[in-house]
């Protein structure tokens, strides 16, 4: 397996949005912008809009993210969070699918859900629901969680040690698979109508599930569903978690702010891969990017300027606070970085500083915060439709990523604009498909059909050719 192709026979760049059921995802204080209709996340209207705005750009998904838990090491208190939006108030991202799938025939959806709180049984009915419904455009990003307030409002008195979660994970996922590969053969339902077997139950099996963290010894409860087991989205950055990404993921978010990171990034997990025995190109790697663009580079850069008066410090630091696992409140916003006694915000900033060539200035506190008040943790491109173009293409061909996660400044307006200005140039450069590819979301995404692949570590729980 290799990477796709456009019709130009170049390697194509792949698009998701990156998105969440929430107001503030990325860029705080930016839901204040007059353009932004953010607010209106709860409502299905605003959620058909985007899909069918990013159909028609051509956009492989539409990645959502979620966590369960506010955002409360900032302060010790979710307060902050709660005052600036920083994805809290949250709603679940499964139940906005349906609707989204209903208004487009081609978008695919990854969907954010964690292994620590839920039972794979129920869960799996659900993937398994979202597949039929969707016809097969759906991908599953598996988290094993990192706020101990889910963890606290879940009955614990902490999350599961680092490795310890992805050991958990590895038999949860084997629980998944065996309920949604290895349970119903591909011709048990019948539907006869003349003898009024509906399923022949000689052709559905029970696991007989017995592990360390999960007993499921029955039969599943969903037939055989376009994909059977959805694609699988993994964004692990440690050693353990790219472990867990050869094992397991066909689709890869990281978000490193530089191309440096970047590239080294993309390495490792591609040795993982291969470690576990399949193709290094088998996973489609998506970085994070954010893009600020219009009609010229100069329109763009008065957009990122109009943009930057919104910014909100204390939801930046909210959100730096809950990924760093560091209580940034007890620092002063103008205090220099280097007064601060912290391995980890060193090194964070240190990164900022080679992405944004301020590499000589003296940080602050302030300038942490600002930094991720546009796009979050991830880099920025500014520039016309052109200009972006041509620096995803140096991205991809400098990192080996397949394709970008993009996040919003304002939402949908960023989509429209990445569609409007960014897309038909890619196009023109023959790094863009014109038009989708059949099938699941898959296929669309490997050419190789619908179900897993061999090599695969789920495929061994196949029934599929069972007689």
């Not at 990645?63 to 010790?76: H, Q």
């Not at 902490?158 to 053969?185: F, I, N, P, T």
């Not at 999960?214 to 969903?222: A, E, L, R």
């Not at 580079?297 to 910014?311: P, R």
């Amino acid at each position: 397996m290799t990477y796709p192709t456009t019709e130009s026979g170049k390697r194509e760049i792949l698009f998701n949005a990156f998105d969440m059921n929430c107001v503030v995802h990325q860029s705080p204080g930016l839901w204040r912008h007059p353009e932004d209709r953010a607010r209106e996340y709860n409502t299905l209207g605003y959620w058909t809009e985007v899909a069918q705005i990013l159909e028609r750009g051509l956009f492989d998904g539409l990645f959502i993210a979620d966590v369960l838990g506010p955002y409360d090491v900032f302060g010790s208190n979710p307060e902050a969070a709660l005052r600036s939006g920083a994805q809290i108030p949250l709603q679940d991202p499964f139940l906005l699918v349906s609707a989204m799938a209903a208004v487009t025939k081609n978008l695919g959806f990854g969907i954010t859900a964690g292994t620590a709180y839920e039972h794979p049984y129920p869960f799996s009915r659900r993937l398994g629901t979202l597949d039929h419904l969707t016809g097969g455009r759906v991908g599953w990003n598996v988290v094993t969680g990192y706020l101990p307030s889910a963890a606290q409002n879940m009955g614990q008195d902490d999350q599961m040690e680092h490795d310890r979660r992805y050991d958990h994970a590895d038999e949860y996922l084997d629980v998944v698979y065996k309920l949604l590969e290895g349970s119903w053969e591909d011709d048990a339902v019948l539907a006869d109508k003349a003898s009024g077997v509906f399923t022949d139950p000689a052709k559905v099996h029970r696991i007989e599930h017995h592990g360390e963290f999960f007993k499921t010894p029955g039969i599943g409860v969903v037939e055989p569903s376009p994909q059977r087991t959805p694609v699988i989205y993994q964004a692990g950055a440690s050693a353990r978690g790219r472990a867990f990404a050869g094992k397991h993921a066909e689709a890869v978010f990281i978000n490193p702010p530089t191309k440096e990171l970047a590239k080294a990034s993309v390495a490792k997990i591609r040795q993982s891969v291969a470690e576990a025995g399949r193709d290094p190109y088998s996973v489609r790697i998506f970085a994070m990017q954010t893009i600020v663009t219009g009609p010229d580079d100069a329109a763009a850069q008065a957009k990122y300027d109009d943009l930057a008066q919104y910014i909100d410090a204390e939801g930046g630091l909210v959100l730096m606070s809950g990924w760093m696992g560091i209580d940034l409140s007890q620092f002063d916003l103008d205090q220099p970085i280097g007064d601060v006694k912290s391995n980890a915000i060193q090194s964070t900033v240190e990164t900022f500083q080679k992405a944004s060539g301020r590499e000589d200035e003296v940080w602050t506190v302030r300038q942490l915060a600002e930094w991720v008040g546009v796009g979050g943790f991830g880099p920025v491109i500014i520039g016309g439709g052109p200009t972006a173009a041509q620096q995803l293409i140096e991205w991809q061909e400098e990192t080996d990523v397949d394709g970008f996660n993009l996040a919003y400044h304002i939402t949908p307006g960023t989509f429209v604009d990445v569609v409007e200005h960014v897309v038909p140039e890619l196009q023109k450069l023959g790094r863009y498909k014109t038009e989708y590819a059949p099938g699941t979301l898959r296929n669309k995404l490997f050419g190789a059909g619908d179900h897993l692949p061999a090599e695969h570590h789920g495929a061994q729980f196949q029934l599929r050719r069972r007689s």
